[in-house]
């Protein structure tokens, strides 16, 4: 579907929304996607929107000009005075921010906007929340790799260095027994060197085998990702040695599954891989379901052998080229960025109604 046919109608009540932030630093993943992103997206429906640094020097007219603000993360240090900020230029203007903390005040504020069903749920005490997934721009629109038969297997992990420690919750032993059936090397694309980051054998660095290390660069991360054959999303901690309570009369087993993961957890680091046409295998976290809770877009793995198994079918190079067409037309499918903007749009259309009518009423 093209953006053209997701177009608001010129009938309809049009907002204009603004994008809050501190400054325009592509480098910062939460600025690229959620604000430089989805306000392109907009625009390509047309939308009336608009980046809006807060240090202009017109910032209070651009903020007035506006029937939606969008505070980015780079400004949650100083929510609530930014709301107040808001709110002493326009009383009537509606306030959304982007994936608030979870001890943050939702004090006026409309809406919070999150990018998975895990954020949603763990910002559900908001009166309004708003589900839009982590689609990149620069990734989105690319031709897939075309996979062929190689002597080396790069198998690459991207993003937040602290994921790394997970390697342990059964990913470095599977990593290790595969390494004894064909040579792979180990790629990690992340924020920090290998000499910012102290990465042990004992907190999950896979011990015989090559590790290199790529400091994420603009310019250059698209390239790096698409030069290997398999995405890694790890980022689950197994708790089942530390928290396993066995209390059959109540449902609770000596074989369930026990795990840890964060509540800011998302798909994004797969969809990136996914666009690119790298098949992906990925920990239990919720939203890694939705992408490949039918095994045929990419996997999803936790214990050892699970981990193994997944990495073994990506070993034939006939089997990468066929996940990674077919994830390329689910993502067509489910995660045309231009269909959640729009879905988004008429949230946020919504909680404007809703507001200004409560406001005409109260007056």
Known sequence: MKPNDLSINESSEKLRIGYLAMSKRIESGSYRIWVHDYNQYFKDIGVDSEIILISEDNAVEKIGN?????????????????????KSVNSSIVIGTINPPRNASPDGIDFAMVGSMEEFDSLSFYKNVILIPLIESIYHYSEIKKHKKEDILKICYHGWTPHLFSFVCGLKEALERFSKERKIELHIISEKSQNEFNWRHENGLPEGISVLFKKWNINTVKENLQSCDIGICPGVYDMTDVEL???????????????????????GRALVFMSLGVPVVSDFSPSNFHLFG???AGAVAHTPLGWYKALSRFSDHNERNKTSEYAKKFLEKYYNPHVWARRCYEQMLRIWKEKNNSLIIGA
Not at 68 to 85: A, D, F, Q, R
């Open 66 to 86: 506006r029937d939606i603000i969008i505070i980015g993360k780079c400004l949650h240090h100083n929510l609530s005075s930014i709301v107040g900020y808001i």
């Open 245 to 267: 309570t066995v209390n059959n009369k109540v449902g609770k087993f000596s074989t369930d599954y026990v795990m840890r993961y964060k509540n800011k957890t998302n798909n």
């Open 294 to 296: 039918d095994s045929i």
